[in-house]
């Protein structure tokens, strides 16, 4: 079966070129048929993987960064019989977390949200703002290893909880929020367990609303989710469905994977077709674990 690699560069520090050179020796030295890519701009990942949607025989379309290079090649794979591989190769890794089983095909739910697929975490609400905050801590100059902690401390002081009208299973909610999760995945944020008995392949999302609260209580909040102890929470509000829908009378931020979007009008929905992730332990995987990934 023909590999196909779409590395981000700039993933990881340089882990996911330093990854993608050794992978390069390995199938060279075999003959292998494969392709490499390197992306050098937004979603132009989506178009690599896109362009192998009508191949006479399926291919594995390997991502090889983090959860946003991630998210880029599953909306490009998403529509076609390939199969999707992961090579972990950024920083926060989250997706993969969940799985850790050695089986040649995984088959995983897909969340939709409007026309953007996505394979872990949706949310809206302070989480969703630290992410999208995120990136504007390196123009204060901080070290890339404290810019989520610094966002975390920005966030808190400006938030502002939003008002959403939520249906779920007919059920409707009308009311502000501080967080709204909706989880395929069990991990986001860089190894935060959101959901920790979520299961990729249940054909259900596990739905986390927290309620509106002081900002003098977030922070609590926060420790909770730290330890594991956010279930136990009053605030916090856990359900199942397949389907929900949220309305923002203003444009609101929505986290899909890691990538942010801006919009009043949320539809998700698990999508019809699971996603075959390519999970064998053949020899790239050996090599990756080998060079500290997969862990």
């Given amino acids: 079966m023909k590999r196909i690699f779409i590395v981000n560069p700039v993933s990881g520090d340089g882990k996911s070129i ?30 690599i993987a896109a362009r192998y949607n009508n191949q ?14 991630l998210f880029e090649v599953v909306n490009g794979v998403s529509n076609s019989n390939n199969i999707l591989g992961i090579i972990p190769a950024g920083t926060g890794n989250d997706f993969i977390k969940c799985m850790n089983n050695d089986d040649e095909i995984t088959y995983v739910d897909l969340g939709k949200m409007n026309e953007h697929y996505f394979i872990n975490i949706a949310s809206v609400g302070i989480d969703c703002e630290i992410a999208n905050n995120q990136a504007k801590m390196k123009n204060y100059h901080i070290p890339k290893s404290m810019r989520y902690k610094a966002s975390i401390l920005y966030t808190l002081f400006q938030f ?44 259900k999302f596990d739905i986390y609303l927290v309620d509106q609260v002081s900002k003098i209580k977030i922070p609590g909040l926060f420790l909770k989710l730290i330890n ?39 539809d998700f929905a698990l999508s019809t077709k699971k996603m075959p992730v390519y999970t064998a332990n053949d020899k790239v995987k050996k090599l990756c674990k080998k060079m500290g990934l997969y862990k």
């Fill in 160 to 203: 502002k909880s939003p008002h959403l009208k939520i249906n779920i299973d007919e059920e409707e909610f009308n009311q502000n929020i501080t967080m709204l999760a909706i989880c395929n995945g069990k991990y986001y944020g860089g190894g935060f367990a959101i959901a920790p008995n979520a299961k990729y392949d249940d054909e």
């Fill in 228 to 266: 594991g102890k956010h279930e136990d929470s009053p605030y916090v509000h856990k359900t199942y469905s397949n389907k929900i829908t949220i309305h923002s009378e203003y444009d609101l931020n929505c986290n899909l994977d890691g990538e942010i979007f801006r919009l009043k009008d949320m």
């Fill in 18 to 47: 330093e990854i993608a050179k050794e992978i390069k020796v390995l199938l060279d030295s075999d003959n292998e048929n494969y392709e490499m890519y390197y992306t050098s701009a937004p979603k132009e990942a989506i178009d």
């Fill in 56 to 69: 006479k025989e399926p291919c594995i379309i390997y991502s090889v960064g983090g959860d946003g290079t």
